[in-house]
């Protein structure tokens, strides 16, 4: 089982990334799938999940959306209005299942996961 973030890169405060979250050796059809951040000197920080329905942590509600592709083995998320808060190295990974708990996105039981890819949002 193999994930691999893709998509990151510099953008301006207000801009907008798409990351890509892309399968191999598996389908994505039967897997809960997270996106997860984590900044310099921060705690890991569950984002937005995926299974039959979507979730997403109070920080980037209403800004980020997750979808899927199943036909294509890949999970996106679509970040708008990005601000500096958001700089991370961003990962996917597939999970038991999603659940948000006090305006955070659960991030235990993950599974799996690969490299993450780096999003820095400044001026």
């Known amino acids: 089982v193999q994930l691999q973030a893709s998509g990151g890169g510099l953008v301006q405060p207000g801009g907008s990334l798409r990351l890509s979250c892309e399968a191999s050796?598996?389908?994505?059809?039967?897997?809960?799938i997270l996106w997860f951040r984590q900044a310099p000197g921060k705690e890991r920080e569950g984002v937005s999940c995926?299974?039959?329905?979507?979730y997403y942590a109070d920080s980037v509600k209403g800004r980020f959306t997750i979808s899927r592709d199943n036909r294509k083995k890949t999970v996106y998320l679509q970040m708008n209005s990005l601000k500096p808060e958001d700089t991370a190295v961003y990962y996917c990974?597939?999970?038991?299942?999603?659940?948000?708990?006090?305006?955070?996105?659960?991030?235990?039981?993950?599974?799996?996961w690969g490299e993450g890819t780096l999003v820095t949002v400044s001026s």
């Open positions: 990974a597939t999970i038991a299942g999603c659940k948000v708990v006090g305006g955070q996105v659960n991030t235990v039981g993950m599974s799996y």
């Open positions: 995926i299974s039959s329905s979507t």
């Open positions: 050796a598996f389908t994505l059809d039967y897997y809960a």
